[in-house]
């Protein structure tokens, strides 16, 4: 795979990668002219120049360096000290991990774990309240709120994946009152997919709890968080 990337600041000339208000810019590889690859890089408005920055990937493991290679300049140009993103455990292999380390990028040691719903049996139902949405199809995604919390819901390879923040800890019955909404909509506007998953970070009891009372449960996937960071 011959690949090229390229850094794009704009909404418009990437919508469909663009993930919300706080994308900062993104990276796109490229083999042959199409899309293989892209790497949102997101400011979170955080103090501390070591939290600020996220990544969220997509696409294979091989675009993975070139693609963490465009973001950093990125990152380091508008003040940040650490470029941030999470990597599904089992997903990347030796060699890719390995390239990834020789660019300085460090896997932490906290173990995030994935959480799963079925919905196959369940009906379509209307909820009564919803944030912006974007159209039912494949891949769309939508967000829903309730108090400072919110939830993005992306509609993707058969299942339905919840990322899920908030500007206080909450309860988990306000949590579980997110999660449900989310979960509604997507039987409303997606009845076939057979089930949503989450992810929750280490220690969050909490949001565990919220999805326990909804029936998720845990399941044998993880991801870890990678960190790369330079000097100022």
């Known amino acids: 795979m011959s690949v090229s990337v390229q850094v794009f600041r704009e909404r418009g000339a990437v919508p469909d990668l663009w993930c919300d208000d706080r994308t900062f810019a993104v990276v796109v590889a490229r083999d042959a002219g199409s899309a293989v690859g892209s790497f949102a890089v997101l400011d979170l408005g955080a103090a501390d120049p070591n939290l600020r920055f996220v990544g969220v990937v997509a696409g294979p493991e091989e675009v993975r360096v070139p693609l963490v290679e465009a973001a950093v300049p990125v990152v380091r140009d508008a003040g940040g000290r650490t470029l941030r993103w999470v990597e599904e455990t089992g997903e990347l292999s030796l060699?890719?991990?390995?390239?990834?380390?020789?660019?300085?990028?460090?896997?932490?040691?906290?173990?995030?774990?994935?959480?799963?719903?079925?919905?196959?049996?369940?009906?379509?139902?209307?909820?009564?309240?919803?944030?912006?949405?974007?159209?039912?199809?494949?891949?769309?995604?939508?967000?829903?709120?309730?108090?400072d919390a919110w939830c993005d819901v992306e509609v993707d390879e058969g299942r339905a994946v919840l990322v899920h923040d908030r500007q206080e800890e909450g309860t988990a019955a306000s949590l579980a009152a997110l999660v449900s909404l989310a979960v509604r909509q997507v039987t409303a506007e997606a009845p076939g997919i057979p089930a949503v998953e989450t992810c929750v970070a280490p220690g969050d009891e909490v949001f565990e709890a919220a999805l326990v009372s909804l029936g998720f449960a845990p399941t044998t996937r993880r991801a870890v968080e990678y960190r790369l960071a330079w000097d100022a």
């Not at 060699?95 to 990028?105: C, D, F, K, T």
């Open 95 to 147: 060699s890719a991990a390995a390239a990834l380390e020789q660019l300085g990028a460090v896997a932490g040691d906290e173990v995030h774990r994935w959480w799963r719903r079925e919905l196959a049996a369940e009906p379509a139902t209307t909820p009564g309240g919803r944030g912006p949405g974007s159209p039912t199809a494949e891949g769309a995604l939508f967000r829903v709120g309730v108090g």
